[in-house]
């Protein structure tokens, strides 16, 4: 009951979902990020495959991308026929990567890590496929600066959560990231749009494995 529950909820939040994160402002987030994807690449919480059209064959190798939902994979299935890289699909979760340790060359993360319900766990488990020399990129918003933003994101968090599928308005990826034992190696914060403000904090950069 639990799952049907699940797929009929992702069949609405899927296309919302898909135009949402396809906006132009974010497509160009996008195009600046996953060139730089060499190696092996991992995408967790993959979704509707908004990445694939922008990696560089020259540098990828493959694009393994994992995802809960199956509803969203079926778009990403259809994406990655059109993908200038190989892309192998799973269903499955951040929290329990079904891969070798040190086999990822970089993990790509957009837009998930506000979702992920458990993000340390699947934090760990990043440093654990990634091999030593990996990257870990990544596109999100999340904890804004100032004071009366954050409080908005509080305060709007669980009702926010609920409608837009377990996304969280408030994690401080940054802080996320040092605390599982990645040191940052760039990090650019920024309002993407204007507004709302509680949701275009921006954090953009690269990390490794400490
Ligand atoms: C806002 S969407 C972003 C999708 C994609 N990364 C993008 O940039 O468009 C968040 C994604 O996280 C996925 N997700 C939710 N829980 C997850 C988990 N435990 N592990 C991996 N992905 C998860 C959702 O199914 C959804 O596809």
């Known amino acids: 009951m639990r799952m049907i529950g699940h797929h009929i909820y992702d069949r609405f939040l899927c296309p919302a979902l898909d135009k949402a994160c396809s906006q132009e402002p974010v497509m160009e987030q996008r195009a600046r990020l996953v060139p730089q ?3 092996v690449v991992l995408e967790p919480g993959i ?3 908004l990445n694939l059209s922008l990696f560089d064959p020259g540098k990828v190798k ?3 991308g994992i995802d809960p939902s199956e509803t969203f994979l079926h ?3 259809e994406r990655a026929q059109d993908a200038p890289v190989p892309v192998e699909l799973t269903q499955g979760t951040a929290e329990r990567l079904p891969l070798e340790d040190n086999s990822v060359d970089t993990v790509l993360l957009t837009y998930t890590g506000c979702t992920i319900p458990a993000l340390a766990s699947a934090l760990a488990e990043f440093r654990r496929v990634l091999k030593p020399s990996g990257r870990l990129l990544l596109c999100e918003h999340g904890r804004a600066p100032e004071l ?4 908005m994101q509080t305060v709007l968090n669980p009702f926010w959560k609920l409608f837009a599928g377990g996304c969280n308005l408030n994690r401080d990826i940054a802080r996320e990231l040092e605390k599982a034992g990645f040191s940052i190696e760039h990090m650019e914060n920024f309002y993407l749009m204007p507004r709302p403000k509680f949701a275009t904090w921006h954090y953009f950069g690269a990390a490794r494995p400490a």
């Not at 009366?148 to 409080?151: D, E, F, K, N």
């Open 47 to 49: 979704g509707t495959g």
């Open 75 to 77: 778009v990403a299935r």
């Open 37 to 39: 994807a060499e190696g």
């Open 148 to 151: 009366l933003v954050r409080g």
């Open 62 to 64: 493959t694009v393994i």
